[in-house]
């Protein structure tokens, strides 16, 4: 560690930026971060990473350095903030390079190189004329307006800088190079016309980077439409009075944002270099020196920091382009410097903040800034008015993002509660409520109390109900179909309002894509997901968490294709992105870990499998904790791989540690309980504990049938294990009137050529064989070689496999010529057999489902 130090101004930051310049190729990743506040440390812009490999956030950047064994250097610039304790950012390595830039020296303590520090007392005497640029080029400026020379100018110049040492700024100026330039800026400022004077006081309390036009236009479009959470008190009707007669001159005759006239504005300042164009950003930005000047020669801070803080609020708005997400990004960080300096936010732009905070993926702050406003409006309005219930329920939502389903179950009840004291049933306030308490409830498993057939939910007619709610009720009770129609409307309704590549279009392709999953039908799914991949990545980059979410999805589906390979290739390149960009021990790269050791499980390389899920699982303990929700999904997944390699009694250590943690979470009704005890039964069947397999299938089936519905698909699952172990004990009958429930029910809700329709035909022409009726195994295989061909095609290893147990059949029944005539048929096929050695068994047991 490197501590780099001397007072403002004096080129430590010139100097640290020709040291990377002069070494960068030493280095595999270098790290740059302004920390002069903790929210600049903890939200790093992309651009502050040289190597591609790094993310946005501290955690994860840190975590990668921690993990790198490359040379790697850390710079922290603007570590002048004395409330930031720095250590708390630094990597828990020994491995590369930090330095730090400051003005305090006495943080050289921190150092432990032979050369801890170094004082940067002023530039080399080529390089301080090279920092006169600034300087003359105000001098030059102001020269080329002034009528009267040089003359007049330099006597301005000697004014101006015998103000600056009489007047209370010479306190922040510590050297002569500061009030050679100060004075400049002040001659500069004063040849300024009064719109881009007040332009300029306006942005020296915005961060100093990226300050982009878009705020003020959108502040403008969103001024006429705004409704305040509560009524604005004078000081806030002056402040916004005041922002629509600075905006209004922005516009043309008809009210229209007119881009010419802010860039004529901005040029003016420029013009003085007191803001610098970045042409590849198309932002603005200050000088950290000029931004600091600026705000000792505003007569009223307050005043203007109100005026800009409102202009950010009126800038937030709802919009999911690529346009509007980078502006919000963006945005955040300007918030940010304006909640550093107050001590307290306005309720109205705190509800705009909030918006703004759930955009950019920073539910903690956006929780912070609720709370904060529900206090004040429960003060100011009351506790059932439209706005409290409001903020209460943005705050479940926020709970929710944050994994704290209880807290927003809680104060949804209480909420609800509320509001049917004071208003109508049918209110859309109450049915907003209402429906969010449901889908929570959905989350949590309680799925009894969410749907139920000429019923109403919670109070809440079917009529009244939106298409997408609905769509989620189907899904969650795995009524595939209804949910499909539904998503097909809401995504045709999307697509014509918003246009095809809009992420609400695209988020409604990706639902749509997975209940095609749920129906097997992977070569639609497939199509979707192509779709949602390439916008994700043309919109968000290859980077970006839904980006790796929507290649993790295909992944799973080309798995489905029987494409294994392309299945694996992804899930590789997907699990390398997540350890590059987040670290080893991220959740998402833990999430991705997971699922190409999945994929392994799919192509029956349990070898493999296994110590991918056993690193899986311990990552997310250490993170998450033992009775987190992932944890627990590892643990299950582990349990399969010790399953499939025939380790069973290690399966039933951990599978019954899965039972006992979830039922104490979620309690015994839950169908993440009832699915660990479906796998348990399996594990005492591989064991040949048939009586204990039998005793834990049957309550998998009534609390799955209680808690899911008669024929939701997993209830389905553990009806036909429960007929696998009546047949593996001999109860071939109860078996058999099991199945034939099984195989009615399958082709009501997913029709003829569903694979669970499929299976069951399977299955009851083994116990149709078993039982020696030939004539009703034929008739159930003829039945399903037929849906087999037309689902499949004939070359199909499934169609071919049924196709020679018809042929055994038919044997068993001495029908010789109908066993050749169709074993001649499978080997016309003799090459897709070789091609493809492991053809569809007629049992299908399931540990998972």
């Known amino acids: 560690m490197f501590i780099l130090h001397g007072t403002e101004g004096s080129g430590k930051t010139w100097t640290a930026w020709r040291f990377i310049d002069l070494v960068h190729d030493k280095f595999t990743d270098i790290v740059y971060i302004d920390a002069h506040s903790p929210e600049k440390i903890a939200y790093p812009p992309r651009s502050c ?14 975590e990668y350095l921690e ?90 110049y000697h004014e101006k800088r015998q103000e600056l040492e009489s007047s209370n700024t010479i306190q922040v100026v510590t050297n002569d190079l500061h009030k050679a330039v100060y004075t400049t800026w002040m001659i500069s400022f004063e040849r300024l016309s009064p719109h881009a004077a ?115 609020a009126l800038s937030v708005e709802l919009d999911r382009s690529t346009e509007g997400i980078n502006f919000q990004q963006n945005l955040v960080t300007h918030i940010d410097e304006i909640i550093r300096q107050v001590q307290e936010i306005d309720v109205n732009n705190a509800a705009r903040y909030a918006i703004a905070y759930q ?121 595939w179909q209804e949910a499909e129609a539904l998503q097909l409307q809401l995504l045709e309704i999307c697509r014509d309002a918003l246009g095809e590549d809009h992420l609400d279009t695209i988020s409604y392709m990706e639902s749509l894509a997975e209940t095609y999953v749920q129906q097997h039908q992977f070569d639609k799914a497939e199509t979707l997901q192509r779709k949602v991949l390439e916008a994700r990545m043309a919109i968000l980059g290859d980077k970006n968490q839904k980006t790796m979410n929507a290649m993790h999805s295909l992944a799973k589906t080309l798995s489905g294709l029987n494409l294994a390979e392309q299945a694996e290739e992804m899930q590789t390149r997907l699990l390398a992105l997540s350890q590059e960009t987040l670290g080893l021990t991220h959740p998402d790269t833990l999430s991705n ?37 992932h944890t627990l999904s590892s643990m299950n997944n582990l349990a399969i791989a010790h399953i499939h390699l025939g380790r069973l009694e290690e399966a039933q250590e951990v599978q019954e540690h899965l039972i006992l943690h979830r039922t104490r979470i979620y309690g015994e009704g839950h169908p993440d309980v009832l ?57 071939v009958s109860e078996a058999e009137e099991l199945e034939l429930e099984l195989l009615n029910t399958s082709k009501r809700i997913y029709g003829r050529y569903h694979v669970k329709t499929l299976d069951s035909m399977a299955a009851l022409s083994g116990i149709y064989q078993r039982q020696g009726k030939l004539k009703e195994a034929e008739t159930m295989q003829l039945e399903l070689v037929d849906a087999l061909r037309e689902a499949a095609g004939e070359a199909h290893p499934a169609t071919l496999a049924s196709m020679s147990l018809l042929a055994h059949i038919y044997e068993r029944q001495n029908r010789w010529s109908e066993a050749e005539a169709l074993t001649k048929k499978i080997d016309e096929h003799v090459e897709t057999i070789m091609a493809e050695p492991e053809v569809a068994e007629t049992e299908h047991d399931e540990f998972t489902g």
């Open 49 to 62: 990473v040289t190597s591609q490999r790094l993310g946005q956030r501290d955690k994860n950047i840190m």
């Open 198 to 312: 007040q332009l300029l006081h306006l942005i020296t309390f915005i961060d100093y980077d990226r300050i982009s036009q878009d705020i003020f236009r959108r502040a403008r479009e969103n001024l006429a439409e705004y409704t305040p959470v509560i009524q604005f008190s004078e000081q806030e009707i002056d402040t916004e009075n005041w922002v629509k007669g600075f905006l209004d001159p922005f516009c043309d005759k008809e009210g229209n944002w007119d881009s010419q006239k802010f860039l004529l504005l901005m040029e003016e300042i420029s013009a003085y270099s007191l803001v610098e164009y970045d042409q590849a950003s198309q932002t603005y930005s200050q000088h950290r020196l000029t931004h600091t000047w600026a705000r000792t020669i505003i007569p009223d801070p307050s005043l203007a920091r109100a005026r800009i803080a409102r202009i950010l």
């Open 359 to 479: 955009e950019g993926d920073r539910p903690e702050v956006t929780l912070q800034l609720h709370n904060k406003m529900l206090e004040k409006v429960r003060q100011q309005l009351s506790e059932e008015h439209t706005s409290t219930l409001g903020i209460q329920t943005n705050i479940a939502s926020t709970y929710g993002e944050l994994g704290c389903w209880a807290e927003a179950e809680e104060l949804l009840e209480k909420t609800l509660d509320s509001v049917k004291r004071t208003l109508a049933k049918d209110d859309p306030a109450v049915l907003a409520i209402m429906s969010h308490l449901a889908s929570i409830r959905l989350v949590r498993g309680q799925l009894d109390e969410a749907w139920a057939p000429e019923t109403e939910v919670f109070g809440i007619p079917q009529q009244n109900m939106t298409p997408k709610w609905r769509a989620l009720i189907c899904l969650a009770r795995g009524q």
């Open 593 to 629: 870990l997971d699922a190409l050791a999945s994929t392994y499980g799919e192509q029956e390389r349990w070898d493999e499998a296994e110590p991918l899920y056993a690193l899986a699982l311990a990552g997310r303990r250490e993170h998450f904790g033992e009775e987190h929700p």
């Open 675 to 731: 699915t660990g005890i479906n796998g348990f039964a399996m594990t005492h069947l591989q064991l040949g504990e048939l009586d204990k397999a039998e005793e834990l299938q049957l309550k998998a089936v009534q609390g799955r049938k209680e808690a899911l519905g008669p024929d939701h698909p997993r209830a389905l699952t553990s009806m036909h294990n429960l007929a696998h172990i009546y047949m593996k004990q001999g109860r």
């Open 67 to 156: 993990g790198s064994q490359q040379p790697w250097l850390l710079v922290f610039d603007n570590v002048d903030n004395p409330n930031i304790s720095l250590i708390d950012y630094m990597p828990a390595t020994s491995h590369g390079k930090i330095l730090i830039i400051t003005r305090d020296r006495d943080l050289s303590f921190l150092a432990w190189d032979e050369l801890p520090s170094c004082r940067v007392s002023g530039l080399p005497r080529k390089d301080a004329l090279q920092s006169l640029s600034s300087t003359s080029q105000q001098l030059g400026a102001c020269l080329i307006n002034e009528e009267e020379g040089a003359p007049k100018l330099v006597k301005m």
